[in-house]
């Protein structure tokens, strides 16, 4: 059953598109992740989602609760961990943590118990009660993290929480989320880290100009694509004739669902197969012909793989591709109340 | 689904707990504010210091001005006195809005729109607390040091005057500089309204020197300046035993009873926040 609902989501920015019928559906205790290149609509998506901004169109949904029409309830149920840390350089973090527990109304016993676990949890006690002004990047990214758990919420948001982070700051924060989505906590990130996604999402969707374009588990999805891929040889130079005999030998074996002669590389065979147990019926029918296997090479494909046949460009294209049109003005007074 | 969260926060509906949450988020910003203001006091120091050097050197420049020359026969000092404690308590109020300014600027304002705050009020109510706080601690220790200076110091009845009418006066300022941090696009444009307001409105206002001195379109402009409105109760408070409802103001349309100045104040302070209130309702919504 699932947690969130995004419906039809429809934002823009003046004559700029930034969401375009964006749907989503997070399942409860799952560890979502969206993934997408900057300018996708992933940070606006989830300021919607947040109550910081109010889609032109559709409908946000938390625990059976609609975000618009009961924003305050769902920013209850909800921990939102924005990319842009915003600290009070002047507070220490235990001050500011005190100060997040009060604006989301717990007793003040429960508030400093709380942030006595978290500061244990997320190893922040040799400096939680310096200020934050002293803070590196890393620091303040799990301070962050702290303050959005603070109030223990259902769904925990956060938008890109590891970008430009310190390798150690990027474990413990990974870390954390694996733990809390094995204690149930619904999470959902954004990230335009491909690996970040791999390792932790559960389900992932693919963000591309403001609407999702592939939707599942990060293996159903690679799986869609094709399978693992093989390359084959017979022979280290095999020929034409030879190449199409194993060729229509291997187009029968179940589960090889494509197989292309690869001229440029001594007629090796480039198979696109369902898995790993396809390999086996494979050997054996060419032990039938008297062939024998060469070489075998096999790897799964890649989620860049995927986002590459859902966009028709790579992940690393798209970046590129928006890196020149970006405004951080503009979009620092988007984000400006 | 049941939820914990959602359970309480159904079973928390009810009135009381209500305004025990809007207490603790209050308290909790204004807490904030003042930890600030303790670990980077200069905003309170400045605060005090720039009034203390008008009123030594302005009083120290126009201290041999001829005997008579000022309403009453008061000495410049005393004059004087009187408008510096109001354009003490107003430069404080005038700057409310930059703290909201920068928290919009740095994206602190997201982090408490995020929270489920009882209501959002909360957050101007706490820089209104502690700007106001702030004002009246700063407008004091200009009354003291006035008083050290041999200007003066009102009865208990007057000091109770000078608090109400300096509280008026902070509430309409601070309403007009957070309605400013809300419409302005940042902090540059904030200080810039702030640095070009600050000077001619005390110039033009009774504070440096009474109405009959003036040109009669300068006269018109301190008669209607808000800031002539809370300066010549204060005077009065000053000058000896109180009476609201003798003329303080000879304007040019009239003459102004202190009563008619403190209904001034007032209604000010009203039209600012019901004017600021829709901007403060879109802002924060």
């Known amino acids: 059953m699932s947690l969130l609902e995004l419906d039809q989501l429809e934002k823009s920015y003046g004559t700029v598109s930034a969401l375009s019928g964006l749907s989503l559906s997070v399942p409860s205790g799952c560890l979502y992740g969206l993934l997408g290149p900057n300018g996708a609509g992933k940070t606006t998506a989830l300021r919607i989602l947040a109550t910081l901004l109010a889609p032109d169109q559709g409908r946000v949904v938390v625990a059976g609760v609609d975000a618009l029409q009961e924003p305050r309830t769902v920013r209850q149920l909800m921990g939102y961990v924005a990319q842009e840390v915003a600290i009070d350089k002047i507070l220490t973090g235990r001050e500011l943590l005190a100060l997040q527990g009060d604006l989301y109304h717990l007793p003040r016993q429960d508030r400093n118990n709380r942030i006595d676990q978290l500061v244990d949890r997320m190893s922040m006690g040799d400096w939680i009660d310096r200020r934050c002004g002293t803070y590196s990047g890393g620091m303040r990214r799990r301070l962050d993290l702290a303050c959005g758990l603070l109030h223990q919420p259902q769904l925990l948001v956060l938008d890109e929480p590891t970008v430009g982070l310190d390798i150690e700051s990027r474990a413990v924060i990974w870390e954390v989320l694996r733990d809390l989505r094995d204690q149930g906590t619904t999470i959902l990130l954004s990230s335009h880290y491909l690996e970040e996604v791999e390792a932790l999402a559960d389900r992932m969707a693919i963000i591309d100009a403001g609407r999702v374009i592939a939707e599942g588990t990060p293996e159903v999805l690679k799986q869609q694509l094709g399978g693992d891929r093989v390359t084959l040889r017979v022979r280290e130079f095999s020929d034409q004739p030879e190449a199409e005999r194993v060729c229509q030998l291997l187009e029968v074996v179940d589960g090889v669902r494509r197989i292309v002669i690869n001229r440029a590389q001594g007629y090796s065979l480039n198979l696109v197969v369902d898995g790993e147990h396809v390999l086996a019926t494979m050997k054996q029918q060419l032990a039938s012909e008297a062939l024998e296997v060469f070489s075998l090479s096999q790897s799964r494909p890649s989620l860049d793989d995927v986002y590459l046949q859902a966009t028709g460009r790579t992940l690393m294209d798209a970046e590129l591709a928006v890196a020149g049109q970006r405004d951080p003005k503009q979009e620092r007074r988007q984000s400006m109340r | ?285």
């Not at chain 2, 008008?54 to 005393?78: N, T």
């Not at chain 2, 100045?261 to 209604?267: D, E, F, I, M, P």
């Open chain 2, 1 to 285: 689904m049941t939820s914990p969260a959602l359970g309480t926060s159904s079973s928390n509906s009810d009135k009381s707990s209500a305004i025990a949450e809007l207490l603790q988020e209050t308290f909790a910003l204004t807490r904030r504010l003042f930890l600030q203001l303790q670990r980077r006091p200069s905003t309170l120091v400045a605060g005090v210091l720039q009034p203390l050097i008008w009123l030594v050197l302005f009083g120290a420049l126009f201290s041999r001005a001829p005997e008579g020359l000022l309403p009453g026969g008061m000495s410049y000092g005393r004059f004087l006195g009187a408008g510096v404690i109001v354009f003490t308590a107003f430069s404080a109020a005038l700057n409310a809005g930059l703290p909201v300014m920068f928290d919009r600027e740095f994206g602190f304002l997201n982090r408490l729109l995020v929270a489920p705050l009882r209501s959002r009020s909360s957050i101007v109510l706490a820089s209104v607390i502690y700007i106001t706080t702030l004002s009246l601690v700063q407008s004091l220790a200009i009354m003291v040091t006035a008083s050290l200076l041999g200007y003066g110091w009102p009865g208990a009845a007057g000091l109770l005057l000078v608090m109400v009418t300096l509280l008026l006066l902070v509430f309409a300022v601070t309403a007009l500089s957070l309605g400013l941090a809300f419409a302005l696009p940042g902090h540059i444009e904030l200080i810039a309204v702030i640095f070009v307001a600050n000077l001619p409105l005390l110039f033009a206002s009774t504070a440096l020197a009474p109405l009959s001195f003036m040109p009669p379109w300068l006269g018109w402009l301190a008669s209607l300046n808000p800031l002539t409105f809370a300066i010549e109760p204060i005077r009065a408070a000053y000058a000896g035993p109180l009476d609201l409802s003798s003329v303080l103001l000879e304007a040019p349309y009239g003459s102004v009873t202190g009563t008619n100045c403190l209904l001034v104040l007032t209604l000010l302070t009203a039209a600012l926040f019901l004017l600021i209130r829709p901007l403060l309702n879109r802002k924060l919504a």
